[in-house]
């Protein structure tokens, strides 16, 4: 009797050592919170993509990942995605319209070449007329295959100059000497010929994607979650503070990767296998995430959700997320459904007519079609933080942040079991 005391003791001791093992790691305040107020802390300086402290994110993203245990992707040393991106600031230009020397405010190009001269038969000539969607009207022309003298019509002078602001700083690219170039000269004259002569000091940056991974039953078969870790950096000073210190954007996004790196690899091995990467240089144009999209094959994707800026509740209240593009697949509606036992929505992106869609890290495997979509929460017609140096951890909201990492971890796993599979996006409707 003694005897089967002790087998019955040993066995529920066992039984409970058992049930400890397989239950799932909270996704917990504390987590969100510290890696939250780590990224955001003044020692990082904003964590621009191009400034030596993005190596201090990058290294400790790093090492969360390492303390999880997800594995390397297939090809990569450690954690790290290495890449260099090229930047040409101009130094020297020229631009002769009609025999006429133009003021260098009303032009500026897009090249990544140390020297670009052109004259009248080197390239088309096109138009963003008063008419136009400018925003539009310019990436349809960079995107374009053809090198192009751009005349852009002075009803949009106020877009004009604030594009022209941002590109004579610097152009950066992935690739050196690529084509086409484009040159865009604000005018309503009507061109007979031109000269245009350009040139460009180049150098080139080392940076880097962080990524990792829980293989899962079907290694083709990948369900990738996201955020970018890079900020704006040090800006104009604000009371004598000039850290964008980007606790909100995008730390708050990258705690949520993090964390569900960490609940996911608690559980049992996933039917689909799972890529939790942090992306570098999304302020600087997307270049993290546009490099790491080429290095796969989209058909493997089978869903990609982009967390950005979850910091804070939306309209609507804290237990809601939006989706950005949510009728071009159907991955918003089956987080939706996912997430209606759980007292949570996910719904169409509030803010339309800011294309948000295609302005995130999601936009480059959209366009391979890949049902790839960023989730975020915060209100972002009335927030008074956005690119600020008052983005601060004080601002965040961390039990709404800890909230919205649940639901994504919750409505997700549909799609990581395999159950549910979204629609692929056709590229012709957003290209």
């Known amino acids: 009797m003694i005897y089967n005391t002790k087998l019955l003791l040993c066995l529920m001791v066992f039984g409970l050592m058992i049930s400890a093992c397989n239950r799932p790691t909270d996704i917990s305040e504390q987590n969100v919170s510290r890696v939250i107020q780590t990224l955001s802390a003044d020692h990082m300086k904003g964590r621009h993509a191009l400034k030596p402290e993005i190596h201090l994110s990058a290294d400790f993203i790093s090492n969360e990942f390492r303390e999880i245990g997800l594995s390397t992707l297939s090809g990569l040393p450690d954690y790290k995605q290495n890449f260099t991106i090229y930047s040409a600031k101009p130094i020297e230009t020229s631009v002769h319209i009609n025999g006429q020397k133009l003021d260098s405010k009303y032009y500026f190009g897009l090249a990544m070449t140390p020297n670009l001269k052109w004259n009248t038969e080197d390239a088309n000539i096109k138009n963003i007329s008063s008419e136009d969607n400018y925003r539009e009207k310019f990436r349809a022309l960079t995107d374009d295959q053809e090198s192009s003298v751009v005349l852009v019509s002075r009803e949009h002078s106020k877009l004009f100059h604030r594009y022209r602001s941002y590109f004579v700083r610097s152009n950066r690219s992935l690739e050196l000497n690529k084509t086409p170039h484009d040159v865009f000269i604000l005018t309503d004259q009507s061109v007979r010929s031109f000269n245009i ?107 990609l959700m982009n967390l950005e800026m979850i910091g804070k509740p939306a309209i609507e209240g804290p237990n809601t997320a939006w989706v950005t593009g949510f009728e071009y697949s159907s991955l918003g509606n089956i987080l939706k459904e996912s997430a209606a036992d759980i007292d949570f929505e996910f719904y169409p992106d509030p803010y339309p007519n800011q294309n948000l869609f295609l302005r995130s890290d999601n936009a480059p495997f959209a366009r391979l079609g890949i049902p790839a979509h960023s989730i975020s929460t915060t209100p972002i017609d009335i927030d008074q933080d956005y690119h600020k140096v008052s983005d601060e951890f004080n601002t965040i909201h961390i039990p709404h942040t800890t909230n919205t990492i649940k639901a994504v971890a919750n409505a997700s796993k549909m799609i990581i079991s395999g159950e549910k599979t979204p629609t692929r996006i056709d590229i012709e409707e957003i290209n």
């Open 197 to 303: 002569d350009l040139e460009y000091d180049i150098t080139d940056h080392e940076l880097s994607n962080i990524a990792g991974m829980i293989e899962g039953n079907k290694k083709d078969e990948i369900v990738l979650f996201s955020a970018h870790y890079d900020h704006i950096g040090v800006i104009s000073p604000v009371d004598e503070d000039s850290v964008a210190n980007g606790a909100n954007d995008n730390a708050s996004g990258v705690a949520g990767i993090i964390e569900l790196a960490r609940y996911f690899k608690s559980l049992a091995p996933p039917n689909r296998t799972i890529y939790f990467v942090a992306f570098t240089a999304e302020e600087i144009g997307g270049y993290g995430s546009t490099y790491f999209s080429d290095q796969i094959d989209p058909e493997n994707i089978v869903a």
